[in-house]
């Protein structure tokens, strides 16, 4: 099926450092969506985008709507412990109801 | 905010036996619910979409006699496992839009394990 790809799979990085992560497509989408995911629990939604070039931020946390509408990266400043976890991107192509997900990028960060 | 609950959080059943999942939108009317399967260290995988009211529409590999999947309210859906194997085993999780979002809001996900 239709895949969105995500990277990277995974980081180490120390606390206090940036990080950035996106996500690339063939396809077009008309919503982008970076959720985090803690174990054993479900995804929370961090930042929705809807427009081809948006740029929104929640907090330290910063994403943009690539203006091709095929891409989307996800900054994370001044990383934190609690930043731990797994980052997944989102897309939705219009007409779709279902959202297609990226593989993943896996957070670990060194006090 | 949009809540979406999900229970049980967690379940162990013997192999065989059926297991209900349940969906609950606590402050919206979810009209199209979405059931996943993650695998450990894996994305998460749809198995299906409900519309309420509507038959599920379940993805290619999906064994729709097996995850039996039921929306019959603008608040619930309820995901069966029906005669689990343990290969049944995983984390399923849900997740529910409504007519004024267009946000997918997520349940806290169930652990699975058949034995």
């Known amino acids: 099926g239709q895949q969105l790809n995500q990277s990277p799979q995974s980081m180490f990085i120390q ?7 996106n996500c690339t497509s063939s ?13 054993g629990e479900g995804p929370v939604l961090l930042i929705a985008l809807y427009k081809a070039g948006e740029l929104t ?18 900054n994370i400043s001044a990383s ?6 797994i980052y997944f991107c989102a897309g939705h192509i219009q007409g779709a109801q279902k959202l297609v997900f990226g593989q993943g990028t896996r ?5 | ?6 229970h049980p959080s967690w379940v162990i059943c013997k192999s065989g036996t059926s297991v209900k999942i349940e969906c609950r939108s606590l402050d919206f009317q979810a009209t199209t619910m979405f059931w996943y399967r993650q695998f450990p260290k894996q994305s998460l995988m749809l198995m299906a979409t409900s519309n309420e009211g509507s038959k599920a529409t379940y ?5 729709k006699d097996k995850f039996l999947i039921n929306h ?3 608040t619930l859906s309820t995901l069966t496992v029906t005669s689990a194997h343990p290969e049944d085993s995983s984390f399923y999780i849900c997740s529910a839009t409504g007519t004024r979002s267009h946000g997918y809001t997520f349940g806290s996900g169930t652990r699975l394990t058949v034995v």
Not at chain 1, 27 to 39: C, G, R
């Open chain 2, 72 to 74: 019959a309210s603008l």
């Open chain 2, 1 to 6: 905010g949009a809540v979406v609950s999900q």
């Open chain 2, 59 to 63: 993805e290619q590999g999906v064994e």
């Open chain 1, 80 to 85: 934190i412990p609690s930043d731990v976890g």
């Open chain 1, 57 to 74: 931020s929640n907090g330290r946390l910063t994403a943009q709507f690539g203006i091709t509408r095929k891409d989307s990266f996800l």
């Open chain 1, 27 to 39: 396809s077009i989408f008309n919503t982008w969506l970076w959720y985090k995911q803690d174990p």
């Open chain 1, 107 to 111: 957070l670990t960060i060194n006090p």
């Open chain 1, 15 to 21: 606390e206090g450092e940036d990080v950035s992560m």
